[in-house]
C-alpha cells in the first residue's frame, strides 16, 4: 500500500471497525472496498465545513504563510488543523 487514495485510506479506517480490511470475501474482493460508498459519502460530507473547522484551517494557513514553509506544507498544515477542529467537536 504505497500511497493509497482517501477513499481507500478512509474505507480501511470505517471497515477496520468491525473486520479485518485486508481479509477478502469468497470471490477475492478486498473488506475495505465494501466500505468504499461510505467513505465516499464522508468524504463529500467533508466539503461543506462549518465555521469552527474553517476558523482553525484559517488560522493554521496564516502561520503556515508567515512561516513561508512552502505550499505543500502550508495546505498540509490548514489541512491537518481542519480535520483535527473537526474531531475535537462534541456531539450535539
Known sequence: MSNPTMIETVARAICSGTIDPDGTT?????????????????????????????????????KAVEANLGAEIEACMAFHAMIDAALAEEPR
Not at 463529500?44 to 484551517?57: C, H, L, Q, S, Y
Request: aromatic share 8%; hydrophobic share 40%; charged share 25%.
Open 26 to 62: 469468497q470471490d477475492g474482493t478486498p473488506y475495505w472496498r465494501l466500505y468504499e460508498g461510505e467513505a465516499r459519502a464522508a468524504l463529500i460530507a467533508m466539503r461543506k465545513p462549518n465555521d469552527a473547522v474553517v476558523e482553525a484551517g484559517g488560522a493554521s494557513l496564516e
